[in-house]
C-alpha cells in the first residue's frame, strides 16, 4: 500500500490499484474494500481487506530494522 499526491494505492501482483474513497477511513477497489484503522496518512498502523472470497483480511504494521512493512495477521 502507498499514499502519494493525496491518493491511496493497493499494489497487488505488481500492480497498483488507484483506491476510490468512501469516507475518511473506507475505499473501495475492485473486487474488494479497505478500511484503515485510523484515517489516511503517511504511515497508516494498519487496515483490513475485504475481498468477495475472504472478507476480514487483517493487516498490522510491522517494524523491523530499518524497513516498513505491512503484514497479515
Known sequence: MTYASGHLHLWRR???D???AT???A???PGYTLTLNAPA???PSGFTLDLARAPGLLYAHVD???TTRLETS
Open 14 to 16: 505488481g500492480t497498483a
Open 18 to 20: 488507484r483506491l476510490t
Open 23 to 25: 469516507n475518511d477511513q
Open 64 to 66: 523491523q530494522a530499518d
Open 41 to 43: 496518512g503517511p504511515r
Open 27 to 29: 475505499y473501495s477497489g
